[in-house]
């Protein structure tokens, strides 16, 4: 497999004015503020029930960019590439980067692929950044997050993590466990419009899950977070495939999964609205921000009883995203 | 999730609390034997729902914590030999006396982490011009699959996989805990997942000599109320026998086939104990057939000695003698990031949960 090959297909793929200009990089127009943001997927296995690197790369760095409230538009791609990793393969990953950008709305604007030697890699790897015009609406910050905000998450938590996990080696298990990857990005905006400076945090809790984002939030804000154990949406087949293989949920990885911290005045409708979209239809608020115990995240547990929830030291589950 | 969920429910679980309020007439000292349960009590909140009266001493049912120092040092030895290690997820991160597996890792070591040792055999045969070895820690609970995965290697002629063995035994733990003069333990929550495996025929000689109740309990919030409710019971009227908390999962004899299976592999031998030391006959070695099986013989490191770190009190946490927050290391040189010393890093390890789940926490 060559580069040349290899930019080809890229190029077919993705044709557009941008990346035919064929330059060094991509010029285009943004009024206003700019969002900018970058991630690298390493992950393994590449292919997973429900997507691929392909798809969890486009999505995951658009879903960056929309929880900084920001309209995406653009992305860069960049492959390394493992040799020895199967053309078709490669075409279904491109393929799969080529539906998830058109689904979200995002042009692949620039990029570049690399060839390691067997070995050197694992199969592939592949970074995005991407751009987005601030939403004119947005106020996003730590610094607006008030006691008595609430907080909402958009759907069954830790899906991404157990699809993965169950198909690695040496933990494969039966299940119909599917990722949940997908772009939020339409949701996202739509919740800014209604809602604008109401919204105090849009957060994605990917790695290391809801508690570490949670814990993250709570030592930046300097106050406290309140969350109810049984509020939690977990699907059953996940809640079950954690309980065999000793995960706690909280700390398993998401992908199409937010976080929204918001003004309790619109708690209600902002909670009616994300059940109107397909990908909210399970939201539900989780807890609140507290003057309590500042800097930490407490958990009521469904038996009655208090737990601190602190942030994941070093990795539960090795590479997911 | 049936036998789970029942197990999780606020309104039993209550019940049992008050009823255990009621019933509880003076202090009483109750160790919980497995990592398992000290995880149940610490992150459903129980603790601090209990009594006061009530004083839970966490024991010492954390395999990955009793684990001595020098194991790791022989794992990490071998991965230097650059033989494939494959182990449980929790063992990677404790320290060695240099580093941990997954520092060894880092610096190029292929270390494996399963869920299961016969994944270790699927290696070995899918290398066959490589040395597979298997980290086998663990109580009773984990030594039939572990045993298990020598046999289906011996079955499939494999020449290419061992095991490094350090399994421990849970009565001669609890007798070595009774021995020691200092130890306040008025009755024990029995470990239930052990007993599944192993029954509970050999709970009751300790009963007897060391005349304390020993109730084998389950996991979940109200298994683990029931158990304590049935020790304080016990200990309000004077009277000390074995009683089965955890009857859905256990049985008197055990699993009979995992126990044919360990006494295949295994034979009891002294072992020596994070924090503890020697405990005679308190571990499985291999035995004679199976001795071209052993890690240790086959790579000539069962000379590898170590020191454990001066700083650790896990032996002290381990016996139930002081609790976590009583070290004046935790949470300031010792914590899940930079663990000094087993408990801090397991997950069923007494000192991550306090550090993980209680107020203590210093997040």
Same mark, same amino acid.
Request: glycine letters at 8%.
């Given at each position: 497999?060559?580069?040349?090959?290899?930019? #080809?297909?890229?190029?077919?793929?993705?044709?557009?004015?941008?990346?035919?200009?064929?330059?060094?990089?991509?010029?285009?127009?943004?009024?206003?503020?700019?969002?900018?943001?970058?991630?690298?997927?390493?992950?393994?296995?590449?292919?997973?029930?429900?997507?691929?690197?392909?798809?969890?790369?486009?999505?995951?760095?658009?879903?960056?960019?929309?929880?900084?409230?920001?309209?995406?538009?653009?992305?860069?791609?960049?492959?390394?590439?493992?040799?020895?990793?199967?053309?078709?393969?490669?075409?279904?990953?491109?393929?799969?980067?080529?539906?998830?950008?058109?689904?979200?709305?995002?042009?692949?604007?620039?990029?570049?692929?690399?060839?390691?030697?067997?070995?050197?890699?694992? #199969?592939?790897?592949?970074?995005?950044?991407?751009?987005?015009?601030?939403?004119?609406?947005?106020?996003?910050?730590?610094?607006?997050?008030?006691?008595?905000?609430?907080?909402?998450?958009?759907?069954?938590?830790?899906?991404?993590?157990?699809?993965?996990?169950?198909?690695?080696?040496?933990?494969?298990?039966?299940?119909?466990?599917?990722?949940?990857?997908?772009?939020?990005?339409?949701?996202?905006?739509?919740?800014?419009?209604?809602?604008?400076?109401?919204?105090?945090?849009?957060?994605?809790?990917?790695?290391?899950?809801?508690?570490?984002?949670?814990?993250?939030?709570?030592?930046?804000?300097?106050?406290?977070?309140?969350?109810?154990?049984?509020?939690?949406?977990?699907? #059953?087949?996940?809640?079950?495939?954690?309980?065999?293989?000793?995960?706690?949920?909280?700390?398993?990885?998401?992908?199409?999964?937010?976080?929204?911290?918001?003004?309790?005045?619109?708690?209600?409708?902002?909670?009616?609205?994300?059940?109107?979209?397909?990908?909210?239809?399970?939201?539900?608020?989780?807890?609140?921000?507290?003057?309590?115990?500042?800097?930490?995240?407490?958990?009521?547990?469904?038996?009655?009883?208090?737990?601190?929830?602190?942030?994941?030291?070093?990795?539960?589950?090795?590479?997911?995203? | 999730?049936?036998?789970?969920?029942?197990?999780?429910?606020?309104?039993?679980?209550?019940? &049992?609390?008050?009823?255990?309020?009621?019933?509880?007439?003076?202090?009483?000292?109750?160790?919980?034997?497995?990592?398992?349960?000290?995880?149940?009590?610490?992150?459903?909140?129980?603790?601090?729902?209990?009594?006061?009266?009530?004083?839970?001493?966490?024991?010492?049912?954390?395999?990955?914590? &009793?684990?001595?120092?020098?194991?790791?040092?022989?794992?990490?030895?071998?991965?230097?030999?650059?033989?494939?290690?494959?182990?449980?997820?929790?063992?990677?991160?404790?320290?060695?006396?240099?580093?941990?597996?997954?520092?060894?890792?880092?610096?190029?070591?292929?270390?494996?982490?399963?869920?299961?040792?016969?994944?270790?055999?699927?290696?070995?045969?899918?290398?066959?011009?490589?040395?597979?070895?298997?980290?086998?820690?663990?109580?009773?609970?984990?030594?039939?699959?572990?045993?298990?995965?020598?046999?289906?290697?011996?079955?499939?002629?494999?020449?290419?996989?061992?095991?490094?063995?350090?399994?421990?035994?849970?009565?001669?733990?609890?007798?070595?805990?009774?021995?020691?003069?200092?130890?306040?333990?008025?009755?024990?929550?029995?470990?239930?997942?052990?007993?599944?495996?192993?029954?509970?025929?050999?709970?009751?000689?300790?009963?007897?000599?060391?005349?304390?109740?020993?109730?084998?309990?389950?996991?979940?919030?109200?298994?683990?109320?029931?158990?304590?409710?049935?020790?304080?019971?016990?200990?309000?009227?004077?009277?000390?026998?074995?009683?089965?908390?955890?009857?859905?999962?256990?049985?008197?004899?055990?699993?009979?086939?995992?126990?044919?299976?360990?006494?295949?592999?295994?034979?009891?031998?002294?072992?020596?104990?994070?924090?503890?030391?020697?405990?005679?006959?308190?571990?499985?070695?291999?035995?004679?057939?199976?001795?071209?099986?052993?890690?240790?013989?086959?790579?000539?490191?069962?000379?590898?000695?170590?020191?454990?770190?001066?700083?650790?009190?896990?032996?002290?946490?381990?016996?139930?003698?002081?609790?976590? &927050?009583?070290?004046?290391?935790?949470?300031?040189?010792?914590?899940?990031?930079?663990?000094?010393?087993?408990?801090?890093?397991?997950?069923?390890?007494?000192?991550?949960?306090?550090?993980?789940?209680?107020?203590?926490?210093?997040?």
């Amino acid at each position: 497999m060559t580069r040349d090959l290899l930019d #080809k297909i890229i190029f077919s793929t993705f044709d557009n004015p941008y990346l035919n200009q064929k330059h060094d990089g991509a010029i285009v127009k943004f009024d206003g503020e700019i969002a900018i943001s970058t991630d690298s997927f390493v992950v393994s296995p590449v292919f997973f029930k429900g997507g691929n690197i392909g798809e969890l790369a486009v999505n995951g760095t658009v879903n960056d960019v929309a929880m900084c409230g920001a309209i995406p538009k653009y992305l860069s791609l960049a492959f390394i590439v493992e040799e020895g990793l199967k053309m078709n393969e490669f075409i279904q990953i491109v393929e799969s980067v080529k539906s998830a950008a058109d689904e979200s709305g995002v042009l692949i604007i620039t990029g570049d692929t690399k060839v390691v030697e067997r070995g050197k890699g694992d #199969k592939i790897f592949i970074n995005t950044t991407g751009f987005g015009e601030v939403h004119p609406k947005a106020d996003i910050s730590s610094s607006n997050i008030k006691a008595g905000d609430m907080i909402f998450v958009n759907g069954f938590i830790a899906q991404h993590g157990m699809a993965i996990m169950s198909e690695r080696e040496g933990l494969e298990f039966e299940s119909t466990i599917v990722s949940d990857t997908t772009n939020i990005n339409f949701m996202a905006m739509n919740l800014l419009d209604k809602f604008g400076d109401k919204i105090h945090l849009f957060r994605d809790p990917t790695r290391g899950g809801v508690a570490s984002v949670l814990s993250e939030i709570a030592t930046d804000i300097g106050m406290g977070i309140s969350i109810n154990e049984n509020d939690f949406p977990l699907e #059953k087949q996940v809640a079950a495939a954690c309980e065999i293989l000793g995960l706690d949920p909280l700390y398993v990885a998401n992908e199409g999964v937010f976080i929204s911290i918001v003004s309790a005045d619109v708690a209600t409708e902002f909670l009616a609205e994300m059940k109107k979209d397909p990908k909210g239809v399970n939201s539900r608020c989780i807890g609140t921000v507290t003057l309590e115990h500042p800097n930490k995240v407490v958990m009521n547990s469904s038996i009655g009883g208090k737990r601190m929830v602190s942030p994941l030291i070093g990795e539960q589950l090795p590479r997911i995203c | 999730m049936k036998y789970l969920s029942e197990y999780r429910n606020i309104e039993d679980t209550q019940k &049992v609390l008050k009823q255990l309020e009621k019933s509880v007439s003076k202090p009483w000292n109750i160790m919980e034997i497995c990592g398992g349960q000290t995880h149940g009590l610490v992150r459903n909140g129980l603790l601090e729902l209990l009594p006061d009266k009530i004083r839970m001493i966490h024991g010492p049912g954390c395999p990955v914590c &009793v684990t001595p120092l020098n194991l790791i040092d022989k794992a990490i030895e071998l991965l230097d030999q650059g033989i494939i290690v494959c182990s449980f997820g929790d063992m990677i991160r404790v320290p060695g006396s240099k580093k941990s597996l997954l520092e060894a890792k880092a610096e190029g070591g292929d270390l494996r982490i399963l869920y299961s040792p016969l994944e270790a055999v699927k290696i070995a045969k899918n290398n066959p011009d490589k040395e597979v070895v298997f980290f086998a820690v663990g109580f009773e609970t984990t030594a039939p699959a572990n045993a298990l995965s020598v046999l289906h290697a011996q079955k499939e002629g494999l020449t290419n996989y061992s095991i490094l063995v350090s399994h421990v035994l849970v009565p001669p733990a609890m007798e070595a805990i009774l021995d020691d003069e200092f130890n306040s333990i008025d009755a024990f929550l029995g470990a239930g997942h052990v007993c599944a495996i192993m029954g509970f025929k050999d709970y009751y000689p300790l009963v007897d000599k060391y005349k304390l109740p020993i109730i084998i309990t389950g996991f979940e919030p109200l298994d683990l109320v029931q158990g304590i409710q049935m020790a304080v019971d016990q200990l309000e009227k004077g009277i000390y026998k074995l009683e089965n908390q955890y009857a859905r999962v256990v049985k008197e004899e055990g699993n009979i086939q995992a126990i044919k299976v360990i006494q295949k592999v295994f034979e009891v031998g002294d072992r020596e104990w994070r924090g503890i030391g020697n405990i005679p006959e308190s571990g499985y070695k291999m035995t004679k057939e199976f001795k071209d099986f052993d890690a240790e013989l086959r790579f000539g490191i069962d000379n590898i000695v170590v020191a454990e770190n001066s700083l650790c009190i896990a032996g002290d946490i381990l016996r139930g003698l002081k609790k976590p &927050v009583e070290c004046p290391q935790f949470g300031k040189t010792c914590s899940p990031a930079n663990p000094l010393g087993a408990p801090m890093v397991s997950s069923e390890g007494a000192c991550s949960a306090y550090f993980n789940f209680s107020e203590h926490s210093i997040f």
